[in-house]
């Protein structure tokens, strides 16, 4: 039995959730997701808790069992308190601001780079942070890697977007001088 299917997701208070054929919806304070149920997989809801089981113990059907709850928990944290990544910019001359909602970056380009944030996103800087937050956890994080791979930290200086508390393993640079 997988340890994180097998535990049963508590539903918090202001929280509902509506279990169709094939698609689960949560509803809370910040917004409302769906999902997908995945075929081999069940899920309840009673006694204000939620749990998924698995129809037998097929390897595609156990793989499933933990992902189908790891989801669904996702989506009850995301509509009660959401999620944030930071993202640090680091360099000279890089900057980044916000520009109505879309952010504009310089990152050493001959021209500055306009990043459009998607709906259901919110990004906000802070000298140069970049806080990126939503109810998603999948959109945030796929949000946030798609601004660092417009200017991945480099391993000499370690200028570029990194996450916040990213460690860039540094390189020496040239070894001419030392012979």
Do not use: C, W
């Amino acid at each position: 039995m997988s340890r994180i299917g097998k535990l049963p997701i508590v539903v918090p208070s202001g929280v509902t959730i509506t279990i169709d054929q094939n698609e689960v919806t949560v509803s809370g304070s910040k917004g409302t997701l769906k999902q997908f149920t995945m075929t081999g997989v069940d899920v309840t809801q009673q006694d204000g808790q939620v749990t998924v089981t698995r129809i037998n113990d097929d390897p595609k059907n156990r793989a499933k069992h933990g992902l189908m709850r790891a989801l669904i928990n996702n989506m009850v944290v995301g509509v009660t308190t959401g999620f944030s990544k930071k993202l640090e910019i680091n360099g000279v001359g890089y900057r980044v601001a916000l520009q109505g909602a879309d952010l504009k970056m310089n990152l050493g380009f001959s021209h500055d780079v306009i990043f459009k944030v998607p709906a259901g996103i919110t990004a906000t800087t802070e000298q140069n942070t970049i806080t990126v937050t939503g109810i998603s956890k999948q959109q945030v994080g796929q949000v946030a890697a798609e601004i660092r791979a417009l200017k991945k930290p480099e391993p000499y200086k370690g200028k570029g977007i990194k996450y916040e508390g990213e460690r860039i393993i540094r390189k020496s640079g040239k070894s001419g001088k030392d012979k």
